[in-house]
Every structure is written in C-alpha cells, then in structure tokens.
C-alpha cells in the first residue's frame, strides 16, 4: 500500500490563518449592518426629549464596539447636570439603553445683568442648578444681581472647548474628570425653603451683595435678613415688632433691615 504524505501545518500558517479570522471578525463587527446602533433606548426622561440626548451622543449608525459606556455617561452628565443618574448599558449585537433620573427643581434662580437681561437657572434640593426645561409647578423664586460663578458652568464650557479641541487635534479627551458641582449649598436651599413660607405670596426673594437675601414688601419697603440666616427665625419675629412700631409712630420706611440680629435698623425716604 503507498503511504499517503502527513501533512504537517507549522505555526506560522496557524497564526496566518488566526489573523485572517480575526480580521474577518472584526471588519464584520465595524462595518455590517448587524451590529450598527440604529436606535438609543432612554428611559426615565420627564423634561428632558429624546432628541435632546441623540443629538448630545450621536450614536446612530456606530459600531457597537465604538460605543464606550463610561464615555456617554460622561457626555450626557457634562450636557445635563439636571440627571442625576445615568446608567449607559451596551449589549449585543447593537443596542445601547440608557436610564436616567432627573432631578426635581425646587428654586428659580433668576440672574440680571448690567445690561438689563436676565439668566433663570433651577436648583435643586441639592444646590445643583440647570437650565429651565419643559413645565413644573410652583418654585421659589429669587432675583439677584449678584454674579455667583458655578463650577458646572465653568465645566460645562471647559466640554464644549474640549471637544472642539479633540475634532481639531484629533485627541482623547477624559471627559470622566468633567462632572458638574452644586451652585447653592444644601444648607442654603433648606433656610430658603423656610424663609419662603414667611415671604407674601407671590413675592419674590430678593438678594442683594451688599444686604443678603430679602424681599419687596408690598406695603412698599424693602425688608432684608442678611447673608446668614441661620437664626432666621429669630429675625423675623425682630422684624416684625419693629414694623409695628414703626407703624404706630407712623413712619414708612424705605428699608428694613435685620441682617445683624442684635442691631436692626431701618431707611427713610430723604
């Protein structure tokens, strides 16, 4: 009987062959429809629209193994401090699911300028401030002057320019280290919480650099508890004895104020 030749395949063939797999593999995986996102999956939006988050990811028409989760929570937390949650998910062979939760505003921080206009941001229960979307109910109002400089915002425009310096460089920017911080302390928004329930209906809180927080009276009078409203009780029951008096005496003052407890005073019109 003739012998029939081994044939004897060597390593290099093997990992030739292993290669082109790989390859094949991975071409099918970049560029086949298959494994394509065509649709983002959110659940959780109350204010916030679906085509708002697409047009921040603009992830249709990815590969699926572009799709870097820790990315996109960066993104949509960077685009949107009013989530407080996100949960990216990426599953095969080509869907992306997000969950979120946003958080309830509480204060509308309205912000003038110098040349008239006016900035409104809402703060949550936790001091966090983003821009007003969509419709809610009744919020504590209050009107300022005073520029309070935010993190968020200053993080929000280091994004933009970060982005805009990737499409140009063509680098990797860790958007992970951008996260947006609080405007208000939790502090702050629980005494105005309370200062709210004492201010008339209808009227907004005001603050001022030079008083702190108050309100327009409406009998005419600007009235002012100060920066530190840690005995704001106190000062309201301070305030309202010296309104009684002022009103027996018949004085209509300009100006209440109560900013120092143990040292009231009140304005005039000259």
Not at 11 to 33: D, E, Q
Not at 60 to 87: C, N, R, T
Not at 175 to 182: D, Q
Request: no cysteine; charged share 20%; proline share 6%.
């Amino acid at each position: 009987m003739p012998s029939l030749p081994a044939l004897r395949v060597g390593w290099r063939v093997a990992s030739g062959l292993l290669v082109i797999l790989m390859s094949l593999s991975l071409y099918i995986l970049l560029y086949t429809p298959a494994f394509q996102v065509e649709v983002l999956e959110v659940e959780g939006l109350q204010r916030l629209t679906l085509e708002e988050v697409n047009s921040v990811l603009n992830v249709s028409g990815e590969s699926i193994v572009k799709i870097d989760p820790e990315e996109l929570h960066a993104e949509l937390q960077a685009a949107f401090p009013e989530l407080s949650s996100i949960q990216v998910r990426v599953f095969l062979p080509a869907r992306v699911k997000v969950d979120v939760l946003e958080r309830t505003p509480l204060i509308s921080w309205v912000q003038s300028n110098s040349n008239g206009n006016s900035e409104e941001k809402w703060v949550d229960q936790e001091g966090f401030a983003f821009s007003p979307r969509g419709e809610v109910g009744s919020l504590i109002r209050v009107e300022t002057n005073v520029d309070i400089s935010t993190d968020a915002a200053i993080e929000a425009e280091g994004l933009a320019q970060a982005k805009a310096s990737n499409l140009s460089n063509q680098t990797k920017v860790d958007l992970t280290a951008i996260k947006p911080t609080p405007m208000l302390s939790t502090e702050m928004v629980k005494t105005l919480q309370n200062m709210a329930t004492y201010v008339p209906a209808g009227t907004p809180i005001l603050f001022s650099a030079e008083h702190g927080f108050g309100w327009q009276d409406p009998k005419g009078w600007q009235v002012y508890l100060g920066k530190n409203l840690k005995d704001i009780s106190q000062k309201l029951v301070i305030y309202q004895k010296l309104e009684e008096s002022l009103a027996e005496q018949g004085i209509e003052p300009s100006l209440i104020s109560v900013e120092f407890l143990h040292a009231p005073y009140y304005r005039t019109e000259q």
